[in-house]
């Protein structure tokens, strides 16, 4: 079974746990006597059935039982011997409290793990304790004759003390547990490595030369090929903004200017390695750019394939609302074939999705036998299927880097994480339809480049990236020795974000600002740790490096080495990836579900020195 199978399993049976003990607590509270001794025994099995789950769940890793292992199951495992003694010995009667105290119990572990993330802390533990004893000690006094009822009152104090413990445990900043960790919180009087805007490069390489944009955000209604209008922000008054092209060794210039975008504007080079200057991060590598504003953004296009570029400053709105384009490097040496070369930015648009400003069918003709190239780009904060119809394709490049030997491949699907690329190559057939879908819908958002019937794509398979393509070496890999070694436990729970408590989505059980920041030297080999304990999918990105992927839920790469700048890490899932520290600077490093980086899911890596 999956994890997330496990999970789900875990969460139902801790309902009937929840339901069974509250039952039988109930049922004795109304004298009868008969069913809640039964609804007992039913408790006393699920419980254990939960236990073995939970045994399960532990195969899969710590991170996932944490919580159920030093707290939940020893809590409730107590709470039901302490139930089921009295019941035993002294009836049903005596055990009313006892059985609800165990349901109470039951049913605070069924919720915590909605507001706790991983780990889960001290502060908590004392809350939940405090939470079930004062539910008790209502049900005792309430179900009580009076002469109890005034002894009741006695443990109101402690109880109360022990809840007022874990809130002021609570409250203690996550300073404290950045220092235990040898990590430093953000923004606390960090280095930058080089001034703010000082750009580094001046010249291109041997052969390139200068290519300068300039791009000007501001507020237009851009007209979808279907005429449907939409109000975006845009750069030069379009959506996508106009597309940047290059050859390896150019210098990009990229003039930034912003007319009318109140929040702010950056640019971000989404997968390029630029210098950190260069990377557009707002309050870290530079300021928004406000209204009236200018920034120039340069760097050496050294990296070929396919990119992408947007704002960074309130990015969930404002890529939303189209402020994004691409970036395509074309190597000088080895030219791609004549043929058709498209670049497709998968967005979606007021609920319309789109392929760059075409919604709905686009039809383009390509003689037969000609070679094409299909770069796929997610610019949304959710994944993406894609499909092509009619002939067998092959994926040549994964976020812009080139796979080792790519073997043709049809009637599969490709997952495309938000803000990752796929370039797909396919020689034009002879006859019938060809066609590309996006979530196997026929009708929208689908490029045709010959007519003729398309299948149904929807039941195909989901090509596994990590068996694709042939082995190559790589300089390092799943035995190599790591300098540093960072888990990120992704998760969602209360936490503080931007100084306000919240339902965040969490690494760590915190919330940005207040995840530590990952400190590197450089040179380092740095490993990732990503796991993914809630239920929402996470699209990990980190600014400024490429990362190789070693495993996958325990299972190594072996097809092509996999080199991604976002990777998506389903619910359940278990990501080992490294990368070699070689570009200096302070960089983000974040959930590119917008919206999740939004509400908590964002730190920083920073170089020493
Ligand atoms: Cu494409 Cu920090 O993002
Ligand atoms: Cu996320």
Request: hydrophobic letters at 45%.
């Amino acid at each position: 079974m999956s994890t997330i199978g496990l999970i789900a399993l875990d969460l139902t049976i801790a309902l009937l746990v929840a339901a069974a003990w509250l039952g039988a607590g109930i049922t004795a509270a109304t004298g009868r006597g008969g069913t809640a001794k039964a609804l007992t025994a039913g408790a006393v099995a699920v419980t254990l059935a939960r236990v073995v789950v939970v045994v399960l769940l532990a195969g899969r890793g710590w991170w996932f039982v944490q919580d159920k292992v030093t707290f939940a199951l020893p809590l409730l495992g107590l709470a039901a011997a302490v139930a089921v003694g009295v019941l035993v010995w002294r009836g049903v009667s005596a055990a009313t409290v006892p059985l609800l105290g165990a349901g109470f119990t039951a049913t605070t572990v069924l919720i915590l793990p909605f507001f706790s993330g991983y780990p889960m802390r001290v502060s908590q533990a004392l809350i939940s304790i405090s939470l079930i004893g004062a539910a008790t000690l209502v049900a005792w006094r309430v179900t009580s004759p009076t002469p109890v009822r005034v002894r009741v009152g006695r443990f109101l104090a402690p109880v109360a003390a022990v809840g007022l413990a874990g809130v002021a445990l609570g409250l203690v900043p996550a300073q404290n547990l950045a220092q235990q960790a040898g990590a430093q919180p953000a923004g606390s009087g960090e280095q930058h490595h080089h001034p703010i805007g000082t750009s580094l490069e001046t010249v291109p390489a041997p052969g390139g030369q200068v290519r300068r944009f300039e791009l000007e955000a501001r507020r237009a209604s851009v007209t979808l090929a279907s005429g449907t209008t939409t109000e975006a922000w845009t750069y030069n008054g379009s959506a996508p903004g106009p597309e940047i092209m290059a050859t390896e060794g150019d210098l990009l210039e990229v003039t930034l200017t912003n007319v009318d975008i109140e929040s702010g504007v950056t640019l971000h080079w989404h997968g390029y390695d630029v210098p950190n200057p260069e990377d557009g991060a707002p309050g870290l590598t530079q300021e928004a750019v406000k209204p009236g504003g200018r920034h120039v953004y340069r760097f050496l296009a050294d990296q070929v394939g396919t990119y992408w570029y947007h704002t960074h400053q309130v990015s969930a709105e404002g890529v939303r609302k189209g402020l994004f384009g691409t970036l395509v490097v074309k190597p000088r040496s080895a030219p791609p074939p004549e043929g058709l070369d498209l670049t497709l930015p998968v967005h979606t648009f007021d609920g319309i999705v789109a392929l760059g400003s075409h919604d709905g069918v686009t039809q383009k003709t390509v003689p037969p036998g000609s070679p094409v190239r299909l770069r796929v780009i997610n610019t949304d904060s959710t994944p993406h299927r894609i499909s092509l119809a009619g002939t067998a394709l092959r994926v040549v490049a994964v976020d812009g880097n080139d796979l080792n030997e790519p073997g043709e491949v049809s009637g599969v699907a490709l997952r495309l994480a938000a803000g990752g690329r796929y370039d797909l190559a396919l020689r034009m057939p002879g006859s019938g339809g060809v066609a590309l879908l996006v979530d196997d819908d026929p009708a929208r958002a689908a490029l045709r480049l010959a007519d003729g019937g398309v299948a149904d794509t929807s039941a195909w398979p989901e090509l596994d990236l990590l068996s694709y393509g042939s082995p190559s070496a790589t300089p390092f890999g799943l035995g190599s020795k790591f300098d540093r070694d960072f888990t990120m436990v992704l998760d969602r729970g209360l936490a503080m974000v931007d100084g306000r408590p919240m339902y965040a989505h969490t690494v760590n059980g915190l919330g940005h600002p207040s995840v530590p920041t990952q400190r590197v030297r450089e040179g380092d080999l740095v490993r990732f740790t990503v796991v993914n304990r809630g239920l929402d999918t996470h699209p990990w990105h980190l600014h400024g490096h490429r990362v190789l992927v070693l495993s996958k839920d325990g299972r190594d790469v072996s097809g092509s080495p996999l080199w991604l700048d976002t990777f998506d890490v389903r619910p359940g899932e278990v990501w080992r990836v490294a990368f070699r520290a070689n570009n200096p600077g302070v960089w983000m490093n974040h959930c590119h579900n917008l919206d999740h980086a939004d509400q908590g899911m964002a730190l920083h890596l920073s170089y020493d020195g």
